[in-house]
């Protein structure tokens, strides 16, 4: 099924290069401590964007990776960058003053003529993947300067210039294997390595984050030196982590994993007690102003436990969407910790958060650290349990709703309303089989086009238990800031998106529906289309069908069966969708009487059987 997604964007190299030069200088002035080296991180997270497009945009023209002075150039640049993060880490973020002195010189040197493809790389958005991981993993390694270092592009290559950097390494070569993401396969010039291959002691490091469901961008790098004739002994591996391909992997891509050795640093490793280098606790001590704060991890669902009494009522969780999460507590003060993205994202979502709890809709914020945006705990009661009429949520939804759409203009693209139908239509046939997905493609081909669409940052997730009613009485959202930034297909939609959200989540009728929308085209003073909330409609139910029918690989036996009964719950309310107007043209409507959904919302309470939980269908995983 169809939910992953890349939300890449052509951008004027010149001006990214603009943006890094603007971040070079204002670091100069920082004094030492977490915020620069943030901003630090930040500026090597730029600068590798501007780097890999140039190369990427190499490869294009030339149909194979090759050397080139402007590659070698941007290699060094992003080392430079390297050795001053790293540093600045050994140093426990003491350091301050500008940056090394070539890094202004060879950004200003780089050619930056055109556009390049940039975006966020997954890892340093939505993985707490640090670069610093990098560093510490290469100096455990035991590899030294004998080593050529490769990148796998994009997020690999600024990795690989980490590796390179903590060991005294020349600069990295980078390569983008392309092909199927479980077959990929490399078109490179041997002379990428030049003389490497004749040195009978060199060592060749491969750089990356994954591995994925089949680890086949590993495997792709790993079989060209071996067809160049390196030793698998030679051969060292930099993942993200250590759990081997997926499912997907082919058995030769399980070999390489095998026989090559393997560097990673996780998260704890990396920030370590009882070191020079302050930890995430240190961390969140200081920007809540206790030192007696403790840290207790909420991650992969873990925080049901905080709002939940029985297991019973848990709700599903997508662990594959789950950020990392800490609760914080010092006396009587809990803070919710969470990891936002590092770099410009991360400040992004953070002054985002501010806005919305000026506005009265999210927690209060105090701080972002590195990464890591540490907000008040709200202690209450989500909403699948609170005793709360359909009125005042829907009330308060139209309020939250309206200020989204006149507050958070689009920063980012997101998916066509083609690229959404087709998702929709694939998601269906394999659920519901081809001829309920031949009904819906010819119900979207009857659709009149959509009118006034104007993308805003949309919420993307307004279940129930994503709101908690504080023990005051106001109604709070939380995860506000990350699903229009996700890794999923979706990105940032109109805000007819979350509208149609609503109508599925709380069982609206066409009135209630109807009112939704007036009240949100009032409050925002913009029109607000409802042949696209209609559009929407059945794009939203497939995404969520796709949302959780994959996740059924992850869990426990309990987390599958709320896995799917989620994933049959979508599938009823698509059935219902086309059953009542899917089939029938573009002018049917369900009854304004009636309930769109008549499912209930409250109480996530759906025991069924263990033989129950499971799914078929495909996954669109991207892969490395």
């Known amino acids: 099924m169809i939910v992953y997604g890349d939300h890449k964007q052509m ?42 497009g140039l190369a990427d945009a190499e490869f294009e023209a030339n ?5 080139s002075p402007q590659r070698i150039a941007g290699a060094n ?58 560093f510490v ?29 903590a060991i005294g390494a020349p600069a990295p070569v980078s390569v983008r294997p392309t092909g199927h993401p479980f077959r990929r396969r490399l078109a490179a010039d041997p002379e990428l390595i030049g003389g490497w291959m004749t040195k009978p002691s060199a060592r060749f490091a491969i750089v990356d984050e994954g591995p994925g469901l089949s680890g086949s961008s590993f495997h792709a790098v790993v079989a060209w030196l071996q067809g160049l004739g390196i030793d698998a002994g030679c051969i060292h591996l930099f993942p993200s982590h250590l759990g081997g391909p997926g499912p997907e992997a082919s058995a030769d891509s399980r070999e390489a994993w095998r026989v090559c050795q393997k560097h990673t640093a996780d998260f704890e490793r990396t920030f370590p007690a009882g070191s020079a280098v302050p930890t995430l606790r240190n961390w969140v001590a200081r920007t809540i102003g206790s030192t007696a704060a403790s840290l ?16 019973d009522h848990w709700p599903p969780v997508h662990r594959g969407f789950e950020r990392r999460k800490f609760l914080a507590s010092a006396g009587r003060e809990k803070w919710s910790v969470k990891f936002v993205g590092l770099g410009e994202i991360g400040m992004h979502k953070a002054g985002t958060a501010g806005r919305l709890h000026d506005a009265g809709f999210g927690p209060e914020v105090a701080g972002l650290c590195h990464g890591f945006l540490v907000e008040r705990w709200i202690d209450g009661t989500t909403l699948d349990r609170a005793r709360l009429s359909k009125e005042k949520v829907v009330a308060h939804l139209a309020r939250y709703l309206a200020w989204r759409a006149a507050n958070l203009p689009a920063s980012e693209p997101g998916a066509s ?34 009118k006034n669409m104007q993308r805003v940052e949309i919420d993307g997730r307004l279940h129930p238990w994503e709101f908690i009613l504080s023990r005051g009485g106001t109604l709070i959202k939380t995860d506000a800031l990350d699903h229009c930034r996700s890794h999923d297909l979706v990105g940032c939609q109109d805000i007819a998106w979350d509208i149609a959200g609503a109508r599925v989540e709380y069982s609206l009728s066409d009135a209630a529906t109807a009112a939704l929308c007036k009240v949100v085209e009032a409050r925002a003073s913009r029109p607000v289309d409802a042949n696209l909330v209609h559009y929407y409609e059945p794009c939203y139910l497939a995404f969520q069908l796709g949302l959780w029918s994959m996740a059924l690989r992850s869990g426990d036996d309990r987390e599958q069966i709320r896995l799917a009964a989620a994933a049959r719950r979508y599938t009823a309310m698509l059935l219902r969708f086309l059953d009542t107007q899917g089939h029938l043209g573009p002018s049917s409507r369900i009854s304004p009487a009636g309930e769109a959904y008549p499912l209930p919302f409250r109480g996530w309470r759906l025991p069924l059987p263990a033989e129950d939980a499971s799914a078929s269908g495909s996954r669109n995983i991207p892969d490395r």
């Open 77 to 134: 640049l992003l080392v430079g960058l390297a050795r001053h993060v790293g540093r600045s880490w050994e140093a426990g973020f003491t350091i301050d003053g500008p940056v090394e002195a070539d890094v202004p010189r060879i950004l200003a040197e780089l050619e930056c003529d055109g556009d390049i493809l940039t975006g966020s790389a997954e890892g340093y958005a939505h993985y707490a993947l640090y670069p610093e991981s990098y």
């Open 296 to 311: 207790a991890e909420t991650s992969g669902g873990e925080w049901r436990r905080l709002h939940y009494h029985s297991q």
């Open 11 to 52: 951008q004027s190299a010149q001006l990214v290069r603009g943006s890094a030069c603007k971040a070079a200088e204002h670091i100069a002035d920082m004094p030492s401590g977490i915020e620069r080296h943030a901003a630090l991180v930040g500026l090597f997270i730029r600068a590798s964007e501007l780097v890999q």
């Open 63 to 67: 149909g194979t990776d090759r050397n």
């Open 417 to 450: 309303l083609e690229a959404l139908a087709d998702m929709a239509v694939r998601n269906t046939s394999e659920a519901l089989g081809e001829r309920r997905a031949a009904e819906l493609q010819n119900w979207f081909s009857n659709q009149a086009s959509p």
């Open 137 to 165: 993993a290469a100096r455990q390694s035991g590899l030294d300067a004998n080593t050529c270092v490769i990148g796998i592009r994009s997020i690999g290559l600024g990795l690989a210039a980490m590796v390179a950097a």
